[in-house]
């Protein structure tokens, strides 16, 4: 079998402390598309870090993600 894109997604928290001693709390979702797994010198990697999305989110944002990689952008976008 050869596998031509692959994703994933992490739900993540992190803890952060700022030098005055305030403690925040980031959440989000890591993800990572790569394609052309297919080809040599072909392959594509991007990553995203969603902060504040949930499960719901990344699975859709995933699914649209996979097959953005690696494509040209639209006219007019920047």
Do not use: Y
Request: proline share 8%; no cysteine; glycine share 10%.
């Amino acid at each position: 079998m050869i596998v031509p894109r692959a994703a994933v997604a992490l739900s993540l928290a992190f803890s952060v402390t700022s030098p005055g001693g305030r403690r925040e709390v980031l959440q989000g979702v890591f993800s990572r598309v790569a394609v052309g797994l297919d080809r040599p010198g072909g392959r594509k990697d991007q990553v995203w870090f969603d902060l504040r999305a949930g499960r719901d989110r990344a699975e859709a944002d995933l699914r649209e993600r996979i097959h953005l990689v690696g494509r040209a952008p639209e006219p007019d976008t920047p």
